[in-house]
């Protein structure tokens, strides 16, 4: 069980850094309308992965990782080209 605990909060902190990722691509507002609802749109499934990933671990009496701090390369949020790359 330990196990299925390790791996679970190691995909909850891959669902982390999505949800961040696509959290600020849509704060950024650096896209069209129809792209800027493509990425709110993967958003809210990676935020949806997050929760679930939580909720199992928790309901199996594990602990959920932390959300860590997430760094990126310059310019990641000033335009889409730079985003989509």
Same mark, same amino acid.
């Given at each position: 069980?330990?196990?299925?605990?390790?791996?679970?909060?190691?995909?909850? /902190?891959?669902?982390?850094?999505?949800?961040?990722?696509?959290?600020?691509?849509?704060?950024?507002?650096?896209?069209?309308?129809?792209?800027?609802?493509?990425?709110? /749109?993967?958003?809210?499934?990676?935020?949806?992965?997050?929760? =679930?990933?939580?909720? /199992?671990?928790? %309901?199996? =009496? =594990?602990?959920?990782? %932390? %959300?860590?701090?997430?760094?990126?390369?310059?310019?990641?949020? /000033?335009?889409?080209?730079?985003?989509?790359?």
């Amino acid at each position: 069980m330990a196990d299925d605990l390790q791996i679970l909060n190691y995909a909850l /902190t891959l669902e982390y850094l999505e949800a961040d990722f696509y959290t600020r691509g849509v704060a950024a507002n650096v896209f069209s309308n129809r792209e800027h609802d493509l990425i709110k /749109t993967i958003r809210d499934h990676e935020t949806d992965h997050v929760d =679930g990933l939580t909720k /199992t671990i928790q %309901k199996l =009496g =594990g602990m959920p990782a %932390k %959300k860590p701090t997430f760094t990126y390369p310059a310019g990641t949020f /000033t335009d889409s080209a730079t985003f989509l790359k």
